[in-house]
């Protein structure tokens, strides 16, 4: 009885791996911080050394902006150039088509770093109301800067990044919404223990040793 379950099994056992595979959750890790603060940099250099696939919620609305015939696209630019943030509904979408995309493509691509997001409480509502039975959420990866070095580092980044929200009048926004918006989102998932902190002001090589020692510890 035994050996013919196994008989029956063993021939099967290749597409029920795929199988789990396929299923996999995808697992995140939310990164976040203040304009400037190194998120992009960053996971960049999370790409070179870990199996993690960077989905960047500000370049999906910069791609979406661009893309023709994206009713969204006017929208878009006005909320980025104010530095405020786009209805969920339009981020949500965009991170879940990335997500499922990437999935599909390769099965073993599960995790992910969502890059810029969830911003603030509309954010974080679109994702549980679509996402929290699709995915789990590791932890936050908070990369602490002062707010003097993150406008510093953005005008500089302006002379070169052609983005319409590197200059003053926008990063003076950009930084508000954070300081009201973002950080209580930080501060909720900090108080579930669920925020692993960096002191985002040093230099690239330095902070990204301590990214290693996170991601090391925890996947
Ligand atoms: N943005 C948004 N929702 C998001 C991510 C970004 O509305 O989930 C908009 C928002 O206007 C923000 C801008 O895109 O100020 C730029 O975001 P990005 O993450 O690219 O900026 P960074 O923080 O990396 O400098
Ligand atoms: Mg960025």
Redesign the pocket.
């Known amino acids: 009885m035994f050996g013919r379950l196994l008989g029956n099994v063993s021939h099967r056992v290749p597409s029920c791996l795929n199988q789990v595979l396929l299923t996999m959750k995808p697992q995140v890790v939310f990164v976040l911080g203040?304009?400037?603060?190194g998120?992009?940099t960053q996971c960049s250099k999370i790409v070179e050394s870990y199996n993690y696939t960077h989905l960047?919620?500000?370049?999906l609305?910069?791609a979406e902006r661009a893309r023709e015939g994206s009713e969204s696209g006017q929208l878009i630019d006005n909320?980025?150039k104010e530095?405020?943030?786009?209805p969920v509904e339009i981020?949500i979408n965009l991170l879940r088509k990335a997500i499922d995309e990437t999935m599909q493509k390769d099965e073993k691509k599960f995790r992910f770093l969502i890059?810029?997001?969830?911003?603030n409480e509309d954010?974080l509502q679109g994702w549980t109301r679509v996402m929290d039975d699709k995915a789990d959420v590791k932890f936050v990866l908070f990369f602490d800067c002062g707010n003097e070095v993150c406008i510093n580092r953005?005008l500089e980044r302006g002379k070169s990044s052609g983005r319409t929200?590197d200059n003053r009048e926008s990063l003076e926004k950009?930084i508000q919404?954070y300081l009201q918006s973002t950080r209580p989102i930080i501060e909720l998932y900090e108080k579930h223990g669920k925020v692993r902190t960096i002191d985002a002001s040093r230099c690239v090589d330095e902070v990204f040793a301590d990214v290693k020692a996170i991601l090391d510890k925890e996947g």
Not at 34 to 37: L, T
Not at 56 to 59: I, P
Not at 115 to 119: A, E, K, L, S, V
Request: hydrophobic share 30%; aromatic share 6%; glycine share 20%.
């Open positions: 203040g304009p400037g603060a998120k992009g960047s919620a500000g370049d609305l910069r909320f980025i530095g405020k943030i786009v981020t890059d810029g997001f969830p911003r954010n953005c929200d950009r919404t």
